[in-house]
T-cell receptor
Framework: GESVGLHLPTLSVQEGDNSIINCAYS??????FIWYKQESGKGPQFIID?????DKRQGQRVTVLLNKTVKHLSLQIAATQPGDSAVYFC??????????FGTGTRLTIIP | DAGVIQSPRHEVTEMGQEVTLRCKPI?????LFWYRQTMMRGLELLIY????????DSGMPEDRFSAKMPNASFSTLKIQPSEPRDSAVYFC???????????????FGDGTRLSIL
């Protein structure tokens, strides 16, 4: 069946370094992807999104790259800070407004 | 701007009791979603509404679960009777448009942590 958000479960990065969180998906028809950040005790928070007609989108300290050929997207966080420690999910709609979430990657920033 | 507001933040109750979770979506958002998050199953969509009408409830686990949206600014998720396996964090989210036509991500509340003893 379809899947989105096949993540590595954990990632540790030194404070100040850049981090890259990867996500794979299986449905080549997926045309919209969203990255969420979930801090402990809080709900998922929207970070950035990208349509399939783009291969790169930049925000503040974050960049999302989309490679439709290999069905892969990544979230790059520049100059990581302690507040970046969280679980990161990629998600994509399937059938109307339903979002499919993966299990997420827990990012830990080492001081 | 106020985000999605959920209450209560925490609920502890004994099995067999009725539980009601509440959500106030972001003003102007036409879509409202209820999710459940557990360690084992991650984030699962239970049901979603468009303009106060339930569109897809295929994720609702069983008849013990019901959800209503009496108006554009309020929704409830009810579990009756509750069971220990219902223990989870329940999130409400809202969005302002369909993905097909616009980039309108869902915005989540901070959830209700439910423990059924």
């Amino acid at each position: 069946g379809e899947s989105v958000g096949l993540h590595l479960p954990t990632l540790s990065v030194q404070e100040g370094d850049n981090s890259i969180i990867n996500c794979a998906y299986s449905n080549s028809a997926s045309d919209y992807f969203i990255w969420y950040k979930q801090e402990s005790g809080k709900g998922p928070q929207f970070i950035i999104d990208i349509r399939s007609n783009m291969d790169k989108r930049q925000g503040q300290r974050v960049t999302v790259l989309l490679n439709k050929t290999v069905k892969h997207l990544s979230l790059q966080i520049a100059a990581t800070q302690p507040g970046d420690s969280a679980v990161y999910f990629c998600a994509s709609p399937r059938g109307g407004e339903k979002l499919t979430f993966g299990t997420g990657t827990r990012l830990t920033i080492i001081p | 701007d106020a985000g999605v507001i959920q209450s209560p933040r925490h609920e502890v109750t004994e099995m067999g009791q009725e539980v009601t979770l509440r959500c106030k979506p972001i003003s102007g958002h036409d879509y409202l979603f209820w999710y459940r998050q557990t360690m084992m199953r991650g984030l699962e969509l239970l049901i979603y509404f468009n303009n106060n009408v339930p569109i897809d409830d295929s994720g609702m686990p069983e008849d013990r679960f019901s959800a209503k949206m009496p108006n554009a600014s309020f929704s409830t998720l009810k579990i009756q009777p509750s069971e220990p396996r219902d223990s989870a964090v329940y999130f409400c989210a809202s969005s302002s448009g369909p993905y097909v036509y616009s980039n309108q991500p869902q915005h989540f509340g901070d959830g209700t942590r439910l423990s059924i003893l």
